[in-house]
Nanobody, 114 residues
Framework: QVQLVESGGGSVQPGGSVRLSCTASGSDPRLNVRAWYRQAAGGQRVLVALLTNGNTPDYPEFAKGRFTISSDNAKNTIYLQINRLEPGYTAVYYC????????WGQGTQVTVSS
């Protein structure tokens, strides 16, 4: 089993940046996908970035150039850097991993407003 804990959210002004962290504890020997999703109020959970085998990053089209996913395997942590934040990026950001099972963190709120 894997437990995921996100941190780094908060209130940010438009145009600013934020770096979210997700630290994993426990283990899943088949872990091969780590990702970030976001869910705006009343909306669906949407993929914004992922790392697949070999730590290869991939992004949906809308996220390219704005989101950056990275990892520090020694710390069992993945990160999501978001630049040039817009009010439309206000959402709860969730960390996700998949191996033998799927795992979600509790989410961290990012609010973009002036």
């Amino acid at each position: 089993q894997v437990q995921l804990v996100e941190s780094g959210g908060g209130s940010v002004q438009p145009g600013g940046s934020v770096r979210l962290s997700c630290t994993a504890s426990g283990s899943d020997p088949r872990l091969n996908v780590r990702a970030w999703y976001r869910q705006a109020a009343g909306g669906q959970r949407v993929l914004v970035a992922l790392l697949t085998n070999g730590n290869t990053p991939d992004y949906p089209e809308f996220a390219k150039g704005r989101f950056t996913i990275s990892s520090d395997n020694a710390k069992n942590t993945i990160y999501l850097q978001i630049n040039r934040l817009e009010p439309g990026y206000t959402a709860v950001y969730y960390c996700y991993c998949r191996g033998r099972n799927t795992y979600w963190g509790q989410g961290t709120q990012v609010t973009v407003s002036s």
